[in-house]
């Protein structure tokens, strides 16, 4: 069975500026897939970003990127220049094997941008 | 990635009686997964269904409250049988295309039980 964990029910962050959301996870296989999700309001879930587990290098899209740290089941995510657009609520989310199993989520981070 | 369409948006329902709920997509899939969001909770994964099988449900959750068919590579319909209030919360269903691994959502299915 698989676990993730979101310590940080919300978040506040100035416009511009980066915050980081914080995801640790606990799975017995070598192969997976760690997700970063978004819910506006309008509950459509929005894929932010995905990291697979055998890739050393941490994936990047655009101003959101993750700290990948496998040793320590580690799976943050960096926003950078947060812009208001970005308010909604994070949910990290794991895959075993090669991603093709349902997910399993974490509790989610409620992110609110500052004007 | 696949473009999924989910119906109803939205119902609000009678305790006792059932409500289907359908996900088309717009490209062949293999596997396709229903999740529950309970009101300001996260998502959790109520079962996988593949084409020409018995879907696989997790548990704490049964085939006789919550029966899935898959009768094609493009469709699946999850039905909440004999609701109750405890039953309001969002449907949502997801596809994963292999090799590509990202999960693409429905829009979900906001269910009221009065």
């Known amino acids: 069975a698989q676990t993730v964990t979101q310590s940080q029910p919300e978040m506040s962050v100035q416009e511009a500026e980066t915050v980081t959301l914080s995801c640790t996870y606990d799975?017995?296989?070598?192969?997976?897939?760690l997700f970063w999700y978004k819910q506006p309001p309008s509950r459509q879930m929005i894929l932010v970003i995905r990291q697979e587990a055998y890739k050393q290098q941490n994936a990047t899209e655009n101003r959101f990127s993750v700290n990948f740290q496998k040793a320590a089941k580690s799976f943050s995510l960096k926003i950078s220049d947060s812009q208001l657009g970005d308010a909604a609520m994070y949910f990290c989310a794991l895959s075993p094997g090669g991603g093709a199993d349902g997910l399993t989520f974490g509790k989610g981070t409620h992110l609110i941008i500052q004007p | 990635s696949a473009v999924i369409s989910q119906k109803p948006s939205r119902d609000i329902c009678q305790r006792g009686t059932s409500l289907t709920i359908q996900c088309q997509v717009d490209s062949q899939v293999t596997m396709m997964f229903w999740y529950r969001q309970q009101p300001g909770q996260s998502l959790t994964l109520i079962a996988t269904a593949n084409q020409g099988s018995e879907a696989t449900y997790e548990s704490g959750f049964v085939i006789d409250k919550f029966p899935i068919s898959r009768p094609n590579l493009t469709f699946s319909t999850l039905t909440v049988s004999n609701m109750s209030p405890e039953d309001s919360s969002i449907y949502l269903c997801?596809?994963?295309?292999?090799?590509?691994?990202?999960?693409?959502f429905g829009s979900g299915t906001r269910l009221t039980v009065v």
């Open positions: 997801s596809v994963v295309v292999p090799r590509d691994g990202a999960h693409t």
């Open positions: 799975t017995s296989e070598s192969d997976y897939y």
